[in-house]
Nanobody, 126 residues
């Protein structure tokens, strides 16, 4: 399993960015996928997760209404649309894959159970 992120960068507050993550894991739909944010000096925290089929998603309170996660099964990719970015959104964003065991619930935003991490992509909001 390999995950490769892209799309990070520097942007002014209020702007938008779109992150992408290419997965080489099959079958792709057997994995919950998520995006995690690690601010400088802080722990890595889940900000968005999507179910194996893509019909359900979860968000951390800090990003609700601003971030949207989606997945493309044909391309084996997931995306994170980030709008109205704030300085506190600064940090490294990691793509993560978690085997789809059990129900898709708030545990999908937890680091525990993640079987693969991407290398991360830096987002800087000033």
């Amino acid at each position: 399993v390999q995950l490769v992120e892209s799309g990070g960068g520097s942007i002014q507050a209020g702007g938008s960015l779109r992150l992408s993550c290419k997965a080489s894991t099959f079958p792709f739909s057997n994995f919950f996928m998520g995006w995690f944010h690690q601010a400088p000096g802080e722990e890595r925290e889940g900000v968005a997760a999507i179910s194996g089929g893509g019909s359900a998603s979860l968000y951390a309170d800090s990003v609700k209404g601003r971030f949207t996660i989606s997945r493309d099964h044909y391309k084996s990719e997931i995306y994170l649309e980030m709008k109205n970015l704030k300085p506190e959104d600064t940090g490294i964003y990691y793509c993560a894959a978690k085997p789809a065991k059990g129900a898709f619930d708030e545990q999908a935003l937890s680091r525990y159970g993640v079987s693969c991490w991407g290398q991360g992509t830096q987002v800087t909001v000033s």
